[in-house]
């Protein structure tokens, strides 16, 4: 079945080697996992696996913004019922949304051929404690290479990276409940 994820990934793909004819290099498409305490400063983390990473390099990001995701309810109306649901306590449970990503490599001379399948495991993990999201821990697609072409060297840097640290140590819930940050080790 052909997602918009997919359909995406599979015309980049296609577009990449007609567009790469005359040229040597390699590109790599492979999952990152991160892990953050929320809420996390300049960083994009959405339903779309594409739309994803740190902004501070986007120039329509001028100025600094908090990384918001809805409460429980809210959030399981916009990204559907989650795959699995792990009880922490009773006030804390971790909704879990798992799928497929495409993964491998693209080597170019003269053209690209690309080898590129449906075979890495790829997961968001959104922890809510009293229904508002305090961690996410997920792991998503990217992407680098270098080619180097008739008109020069066209390198692609890894598209997304992972948030540093949490924004400030509190922040204002909806319903006005402070909420603190706490470090996690792992999931």
């Given at each position: 079945m052909c997602t918009n994820e997919r359909c995406l990934l599979i015309l980049v793909i296609l577009i990449?080697?007609?567009?790469?004819?005359?040229?040597?290099?390699?590109?790599?498409?492979?999952?990152?996992?991160?892990?953050?305490?929320?809420?996390?400063?300049?960083?994009?983390?959405?339903?779309?696996?594409?739309?994803?990473?740190?902004?501070?390099?986007?120039?329509?990001?001028?100025?600094?913004?908090?990384?918001t995701i809805p409460d429980k309810d809210d959030f399981i109306r916009e990204w559907g019922e989650p795959d699995e649901i792990i009880i922490i306590s009773q006030n804390e449970e971790t909704l879990v949304y798992n799928y497929d990503l495409w993964c491998g490599v693209m080597p170019a001379l003269a053209i690209g051929v690309p080898f590129v399948f449906p075979v890495c495991d790829g997961f968001d993990r959104i922890t809510f404690k009293n229904n508002v999201a305090t961690h996410v821990h997920f792991k998503r697609f990217?992407?680098?290479?270098?080619?180097?072409?008739?008109?020069?060297?066209?390198?692609?840097?890894?598209?997304?990276?992972?948030?540093?640290?949490?924004?400030?140590?509190?922040?204002?819930?909806?319903?006005?409940?402070g909420v603190e940050s706490s470090s996690r080790e792992k999931d």
């Open positions: 990449s080697t007609l567009l790469l004819s005359g040229c040597i290099g390699l590109q790599a498409f492979y999952t990152t996992e991160c892990s953050a305490d929320l809420p996390i400063k300049n960083y994009i983390y959405n339903k779309d696996n594409q739309l994803w990473g740190s902004n501070h390099k986007r120039e329509d990001f001028k100025v600094d913004t908090i990384l990217n992407y680098s290479g270098a080619y180097f072409t008739a008109g020069g060297f066209i390198i692609a840097i890894p598209q997304n990276d992972c948030p540093s640290a949490p924004a400030p140590n509190t922040y204002q819930a909806p319903g006005g409940q």
